[in-house]
């Protein structure tokens, strides 16, 4: 979801870089005189010009590439769309980052906020498995609700709801789960 400074930034922009997901999604702001660029590896990104626009695709500053350093434009972040739909106040809200991480780790956190009484927002990644997440949950005695969100942004986005017992299922690859009691 891309703010006005962000789609500003992108009109401005000479040189832009991105995945090809995130080329797609700003390609409305793109103008004709800027090189596009889609990033084929990420080992280099700290080597770019220094009047290139980076896009990004998910939170920048949550599990995104913010680490870079440089002018951060975030756009709306999936946290603040989930607790939204959910009626949750970011308050009560922990992220942990399950995304290309260890999911064992992700999992005991996850268990750990919640019997805190928080609610545990997860940038989860398709090899995340719900179901066993929320046998970790049942495993340790902790009744909550799970929130699949899926597609956040976008018009076919999807939301489905279950608890530890009955988890939902996914349907798509680009998800963030919320777990907790909501």
Not at 35 to 57: C, F, M
Not at 59 to 87: C, K, N, W
Request: hydrophobic residues 45%; aromatic residues 6%; contains cysteine.
């Amino acid at each position: 979801m891309v703010t006005q400074a962000a789609a500003e930034a992108i009109r401005k922009a000479t040189l832009i870089y991105g995945s090809g997901r995130a080329i797609e999604l700003a390609a409305q702001y793109i103008t004709e005189n800027c090189r596009v660029s889609e990033i084929q590896g990420y080992k280099h990104l700290r080597e770019l010009p220094d009047e290139a626009v980076l896009l990004s695709t998910g939170d920048p500053m949550l599990a995104g590439l913010g680490y870079l350093g440089g002018e951060v434009i975030p756009g709306i972040s999936s946290m603040q769309v989930a607790f939204a739909h959910l009626g949750i106040s970011l308050t009560r809200g922990v992220v942990v980052n399950a995304h290309a991480r260890e999911h064992l780790l992700a999992g005991k956190q996850v268990v750990d906020e919640v019997q805190r009484g928080h609610v545990a927002f997860v940038i989860a990644d398709p090899e995340l498995e719900v179901a066993w997440m929320a046998s970790l949950l049942r495993d340790s005695g902790v009744e909550c609700r799970i929130a699949l969100c899926e597609k956040l942004g976008y018009p076919d986005e999807r939301l489905a709801l279950g608890t530890a017992v009955s988890p939902p299922e996914v349907e798509y690859s680009l998800l963030v789960l919320v777990f907790g009691v909501f």
